[in-house]
């Protein structure tokens, strides 16, 4: 897979590409992420990307020439199966959502910034508007953050046995049950008893009743 992410602070970008379980993506070649500065593709003075809004108000807004520009370089270069805007007026991310991205083989996402973009990007460019929540960050890039872990760890080949994201909660629209490490006993906190003996399908039937119970108390919406 690769994911091209078009922003104007590719710095903040950086980190969550150079650690863990999405570095270690990076390295096996199961993704390549590239990022676009904004500011190369302007010839304005000063690389200068934004502008004020037609109509007065306050607030920047991302200009279409830079965009376009970067966009058909890219699209020259291959197809893609989404060119992604991050917004919090989007489609809230989900689960669902992730794993049917998780299998596309090329993306591109455009980070927001300031007000927003000028509209006619979103009506002739954007295929897919994503929000991370009901809530607004300073930009699109650390919602592209978060999206691009939700899809690589979904990457078939990324995750090993013990990492593994069939038994992640919300992959089967349950929470996922509690669970416990050494010491069995810390200062009278026990462990289940039933963890410790070797009965793997009581074990199951055990997770599979606790992840219900965790999902009708904590979110039963899932369960509608
Ligand atoms: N940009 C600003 N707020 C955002 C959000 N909640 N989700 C995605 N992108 C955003």
């Not at 927003?116 to 592209?144: F, H, K, N, P, W």
């Not at 810390?186 to 462990?191: A, F, N, Q, R």
Request: hydrophobic share 35%; charged share 30%.
């Amino acid at each position: 897979m690769r994911i091209d992410i078009i922003t104007v602070l590719p710095e903040l970008l950086k980190s969550p590409f150079e650690a863990s379980i999405l570095k270690r993506a990076v390295e096996k070649g199961h993704v390549e992420v590239h990022m676009h500065n904004l500011r190369d593709f302007t010839d304005k003075s000063y690389n200068q990307v934004d502008d004020y809004q037609f109509g007065g108000g306050a607030g920047m807004v991302l200009m279409i020439e830079p965009i376009d520009k970067c966009i058909s370089s890219l699209k020259k270069e291959r197809t893609y199966d989404e060119i992604i805007y991050m917004t919090p007026d989007g489609e809230t991310l989900n689960q669902k959502m992730a794993n049917t991205m998780s299998l596309q083989e090329n993306i591109i996402i455009l980070c927001g910034h300031y007000k927003g973009i000028d509209q006619r990007v979103r009506d002739t460019m954007i295929t897919r508007e994503i929000s991370i929540g009901d809530y607004v960050l300073s930009g699109g890039e650390l919602g592209a953050a978060v999206l691009c872990d939700t899809i690589i760890r979904l990457i078939p080949g990324v995750l090993n046995n013990e990492t593994s994201a069939l038994t992640d909660t919300f992959q089967d629209d349950l929470l996922a049950p509690p669970v416990y490490t050494r010491p069995a006993d810390y200062k009278g906190l026990k462990v289940p008893e039933i963890l410790l003996g070797g009965n793997f399908p009581k074990i199951e039937q055990w997770r599979e009743e606790k992840a219900m119970e965790r999902t009708e108390k904590l979110r039963p919406d899932l369960l509608e």
